[in-house]
């Protein structure tokens, strides 16, 4: 500054703030089309048929239990017993058979149902003990709706609970259920990569070790002895915690 | 034309005071408020000099020391939570954003509104909002812009409570939208005006004494508005416990103790960054000689007295777990806060006048009244709106 | 993954941008106008406390008369009556008169502080108030090294007061009042780069006479007003401790690093908010 003229030591002020009021708007629309995205991501790894736990839907309000099923008590005071959307996806379709009466008491960890594919078996144990009021007739006709739809149509059972709260205590609510998916999916692949090795089968499936991509309905082209481990490893009751 | 005339009508009986009347509260801060509002109108009609004790060399006194630049920081609580809840994702204290929001946003609105008491021509202020004259070398060009930025997002975050008290639910979800790009909106604002606040006694390099000027205040009010603000939190918070005990949900009452041990933690630890600041810029000023005076006496109490014990109560209470002491240890901090604004503002600006500035008691009264017309506007959105008590159903089925 | 890394080498850029124009500004102030700052030589030595020049400032400011001097006492400063003020001190050489108004200075501390530039530094040199513009917040009064700005603190319309070097007058090719009628040459008014000539000349002419230092040459930065005295500065009433650097650049650091923040802070915060969004909720049980 020499003292004789004058200096205006702030000229360019106006124009930053400018610059700084179009970056504040910009960022805006910036951000929201970045994590769209992620989102179209998400969708293409789901067409694309990969099997990753945020495509897995976990409904608010329902309970959800060690061994894949989940219950939610209805305003009739029932509770509704289905598969929820992992098993179902590592599964693909099923036939059902139920293994139940409606009138029938069960107990919690009591054998409920058995699904069936190509000759391959799953059996299904309960989330709670009560008496059976009603089976989902839908199932049986359609086996479709259990993949389609788990937690809606996709219903097994209707069972009148007898210790409703003592029992639920124990099962995880949808909060922490997104972790425990991802969690379980981690665990499916490391058990299908001992499984490999202790069966010794060469396979023509695509699956990756060490955070590789799942297919879809991993299990529908695996061979019946691996769905029998399958079944002690995370459909058994009292099954080492994972 | 019906939904119009349900909404003033539902808007005229929420006017009508609920409660008792006679409160011992109302009782005292009543007459105040009218005195007050008696004194307002005589500053606007015979000056400012009519009121106050402010002079040629003294041209601000207690309403900028106190009710702007410390009641500010003591808003600042609500930029500490919302970054903690909504960027940190500290999900424990989700439970007091509302009503420091609201609290933030009334200290604003009436702190920031009480700075139009002290402008000698208020008429003119739209000069520098309207673009007609903007000074941008200023910083209290940066600052005034700022309070009002920052008024705007405050209201869009507490805006879906007011949704849900008038049962607007499409508004809400699009307000509840906007809530966090308020928020980051609003802790940059606050990053720069807090320590703009400091920033505006720069140029009184001559004027303030040399143990509260320094190149760095802008960075210690920044800090220090981090622990006055969660102190002002725990403060309020403790009042509204016991005043408003059965608007608060049952949830809240047992999150309390977690939140205030919580806060204890991090005002705790800020206090002692702030204190090795303070520590830092005493060193590099080389004052040790200003030590040996009175000055330097009341220095070293606040140094001390207000920010090394506090800091200590607030840790021991968190280690022990005692809630009570946790209160007084915030109480001491608000003082220290208190006392340090003013040093920098009042006490320390031209301390070395033969004749010091002391407020008028009509400063002091028409202050009170400021604070005074916060609580009660504070005190009638709480009993209406969902900021203690839990949102409608509807409105977390939205979320 | 991407998102962020994305995220983060938009916003370096556009911090770097800002930072670039922000460096530009700092080397672009070289000014294009060619008029120099005017402003007033001040020699103490040829004052002889007639105080012509303060009924002169009086009468063309519409101000009140100035008190005549049986009626004084003490010394006394400008206020929201009179822009300028003569003071009789007793020094180390005798009886010294000292003229005080305000300093114009180079780069003023009170138009920094105005909001609404109603305080401006001209072209010309002069510093001017707007009082259609003038808020009345006083922060040019808190700001000025000098205490110059004067408010009416006990009227319901106050202004500011201070002195204005007759600026309109100057506009007309005229000299200040205080200035035209000084019967002793004490005053001069000239453009800076001539006063500060002249001034170096009489200190160099008669070394004895004069203390070898042109107040307002540097101090705050440089003054309009530059003063010439017998005896050391101090004794005179000016402040002999005021920084060489103008008060405005003690503000410059914080307002430079504004748009920084406003770009770097929500980036920032954003970033943070995308890391910590899939956290569960930490520190839950910590503290029961």
């Given amino acids: 500054m020499d003292g004789f003229t004058y200096i205006n030591m702030f000229e360019t002020k106006g124009i930053e703030y400018l610059v700084i009021i179009a970056f504040l708007i910009l960022l805006i629309p910036f951000w929201v089309i970045l994590n769209k995205r992620a989102q179209m991501a998400k969708q293409m790894k789901k067409t694309l048929g990969t099997l990753s736990a945020s495509i897995l839907r976990i409904p608010q309000g329902l309970y959800y239990s060690r061994n894949h099923t989940w219950t939610h008590l209805d305003t009739s005071g029932n509770a509704r017993v289905g598969l929820d959307d992992l098993l179902v996806h590592l599964t693909g379709e099923m036939n059902f058979r139920s293994l139940k009466n409606p009138g029938d008491r069960v107990g919690k960890g009591e054998l409920l149902a058995e699904f069936e594919q190509q000759g391959k078996q799953l059996r299904i144990y309960s989330p709670l003990s009560g008496n059976v009021t009603e089976i989902n007739r839908l199932l049986a006709e359609d086996p479709a709706v259990l993949n389609e739809d788990p937690y809606g149509k996709g219903w097994m059972f209707r069972i009148r609970p007898t210790d409703w709260k003592a029992e639920t205590a124990t099962l995880y609510f949808a909060g922490e259920t997104a972790d425990w998916f991802a969690k379980e999916l981690n665990r499916f692949k490391d058990f299908l990569a001992g499984s490999m090795n202790y069966r010794s089968r060469g396979s023509s499936i695509v699956v990756l070790q060490d955070g590789g991509e799942l297919t879809d309905h991993t299990l529908a082209s695996l061979p019946g002895e691996l769905w029998q481990d399958f079944q002690k490893e995370f459909l058994d009751p009292d099954r080492p915690v994972g | 034309m019906n939904n119009e005339l349900a909404i003033g009508r539902f808007l005229l009986s929420e006017l009508k005071p609920k409660g008792k009347i006679l409160t011992p509260f109302n009782v005292i801060t009543f007459p105040i408020m009218i005195l007050g509002l008696a004194l307002i109108a005589i500053r606007f009609y015979k000056g400012i000099g009519s009121v106050t004790n402010l002079s040629q060399e003294i041209p601000w006194g207690l309403w900028i020391g106190f009710d702007v630049v410390t009641g500010v920081a003591f808003a600042g609580g609500a930029y500490v939570i919302t970054f903690m809840v909504y960027i940190l994702n500290m999900k424990k204290y989700h439970s007091i954003v509302r009503v420091t929001v609201l609290n933030g946003f009334l200290a604003y609105v009436f702190y920031a509104g009480a700075l139009l008491l002290d402008l000698g021509r208020p008429w003119n202020v739209i000069n520098p909002i309207i673009g007609n004259s903007f000074g941008f070398n200023s910083v209290l060009f940066l600052v005034a812009w700022h309070f009002l930025l920052y008024m705007i997002a405050q209201l869009i975050e507490f805006s879906p409570a007011i949704a849900e008290w008038l049962g607007a639910r499409r508004i809400r979800k699009i307000l509840s939208g906007m809530t966090l790009a308020a928020v980051i909106f609003g802790i940059t604002l606050s990053t720069l005006h807090q320590s703009g606040l400091g920033a505006l006694y720069l140029m009184a390099k001559d004027k303030i004494h040399p143990l509260w000027y320094s190149q760095f205040i802008p960075v210690m009010f920044l800090v220090s508005s981090i622990f006055a603000g969660l102190s002002m939190v725990i403060f309020e918070g403790s009042i509204s416990h016991r005043v408003f005990f059965s608007k608060i949900s049952e949830k809240n009452h047992l999150a309390q103790r977690g939140i205030l041990l919580g806060l204890s933690k991090i005002c705790a630890g800020t206090m002692f960054a702030y204190f090795f600041l303070q520590l830092l810029v005493f060193l590099h000023g080389k004052h040790w000689a200003l030590l040996n005076t009175p000055m330097g006496y009341w220095y070293l109490l606040e140094m001390v007295g207000f920010v090394l014990v506090p800091m200590f109560l607030f840790y021991r209470s968190y280690r022990r777990g005692q809630i009570g002491m946790i209160r007084v240890a915030a109480i001491l901090t608000m003082l220290g806060v208190i006392l340090n604004r003013l040093n920098v503002t009042v006490i320390g600006f031209r301390w070395d006048m033969a004749v010091r500035y002391v407020p008028s008691w009509m400063e002091v009264v028409v202050t009170l009244t400021v604070l005074f017309a916060e609580i009660w506007i504070f005190r009638w959105v709480i009993n209406r709106m969902p900021v203690l008590s839990d949102p409608p159903a509807w409105a977390t089925d939205q979320k | ?288």
């Fill in chain 3, 1 to 288: 993954m991407g998102i962020d890394r994305r995220g983060f080498l938009k916003v370096l850029c556009a911090t770097g941008a800002t930072l670039a124009i922000g460096r530009d500004a700092k080397a672009a102030t070289k000014s294009t106008n060619d008029v120099e700052f005017r402003g007033v030589l001040y020699d103490a030595t040829r004052c002889k406390g007639c105080r012509g020049c303060e009924y002169d400032c009086a009468e063309a400011n519409g101000l009140p008369e100035p008190p005549p001097a049986r009626e004084i006492t003490g010394l006394r400063k400008t206020d929201e009556t009179r822009n300028t003020v003569v003071n009789e001190y007793s020094t180390s050489k005798g009886t010294v008169f000292l003229k005080t108004q305000c300093m114009h200075c180079n780069e003023p501390a009170c138009a920094a502080a105005c909001l609404t530039r109603a305080m401006h530094k001209t072209r010309m040199g002069p510093v001017t108030w707007d009082g259609d513009k003038c808020m009345g917040c006083r922060y040019c009064m808190v700001s000025c090294p000098f205490d110059i700005p004067k408010f009416e603190y006990h009227s319901a319309n106050p202004k500011i007061h201070k002195c204005t070097m007759c600026y309109e007058r100057l506009k007309t090719g005229e000299i200040p009042a205080c200035v035209y009628n000084c019967p002793n040459e004490a005053l001069q008014y000239g453009t800076r780069r001539e006063l500060l000539s002249e001034a170096r000349k009489r200190i160099s002419e008669k070394p004895d006479l004069y203390v070898d230092h042109i107040y307002g040459e540097h101090e705050a930065g440089g003054t309009g007003w530059l003063y010439l005295s017998p005896v050391p500065f101090n004794e005179l009433g000016l402040s002999t401790t005021l920084q060489k650097d103008s008060y405005p650049s003690l503000t410059k650091g914080f307002l430079y690093s504004v748009p920084s923040v406003f770009v770097l802070v929500p980036a920032l915060l954003l970033g943070i908010q995308q890391a910590t969004k899939s956290n569960p909720s930490n520190a839950e049980k910590e503290d029961e």
